[in-house]
C-alpha cells in the first residue's frame, strides 16, 4: 500500500503544479497569445491541455517508481529524486516566464535548462529503473517540440 501511496502523492503533485502553471497560462491565452505570429505547426490551444495532464500522470507515476526504490538505493534515489525536483520547479516557470511575463526570449532560455535537467532526470531514473526512465520520454520528445516552438515564437515576434 505504501509504494501505491507514494506513486499517487508524486502523481498528485505533479497535477497541482501544473494546475497552478495553468492559472498563470489562462489569461493569456485569451489575450496576449492570439496577439503573437506563431508557425505553421503551432496546435491549437485545446491540445496542451490534455497532453500536459497525460505528461504529468506519466512524470508522477515515474517519480513515484523511483521513490519506491529509496529502500534499496537510497543514494541513488535521492540524486535522481533531486534532478526530478529542479525540472518539476523548472517546469512551472516556463509558464511564468512565458505566458505570465511575455517574455518568449527569457522562457527559450529557460526551456534549454529545463530539456536538459530533464535530459539528466531521465538518465538517472533508467539507471533505478527502467520503466520509470521510459516514462519520461514522451515528456522529452514534447518538451523537445515546445522549445522549437518557443524558439519560433520568439523568432517571428522579435
Request: with cysteine.
Amino acid at each position: 500500500m505504501q509504494k501505491i501511496l507514494r506513486i499517487v502523492l508524486v502523481v498528485a503533485t505533479c497535477l497541482v503544479i501544473g494546475y497552478l502553471s495553468g492559472m498563470v497560462t489562462r489569461e493569456s491565452i485569451t489575450t496576449w497569445y492570439p496577439t503573437l505570429v506563431k508557425p505553421v505547426f503551432n496546435p491549437p490551444n485545446w491540445i496542451f491541455a490534455p497532453v500536459w495532464t497525460m505528461l504529468y500522470i506519466m512524470m508522477g507515476v515515474a517519480g513515484g517508481m523511483i521513490w519506491n526504490r529509496i529502500d534499496t538505493d537510497e543514494a541513488n534515489v535521492k540524486k535522481a529524486f533531486t534532478f526530478f525536483m529542479y525540472q518539476l520547479g523548472l517546469n512551472a516557470l516556463w509558464s511564468y516566464l512565458f505566458f505570465g511575463l511575455h517574455n518568449p526570449l527569457l522562457a527559450l532560455i529557460e526551456i534549454i535548462l529545463l530539456w536538459l535537467v530533464i535530459f539528466e532526470t531521465y538518465n538517472q531514473f533508467k539507471k533505478i529503473d527502467k520503466v520509470a526512465g521510459m516514462l519520461f520520454i514522451p515528456y522529452l520528445a514534447w518538451v523537445s517540440f515546445a522549445t522549437v516552438l518557443n524558439a519560433s515564437i520568439w523568432w517571428l515576434n522579435k
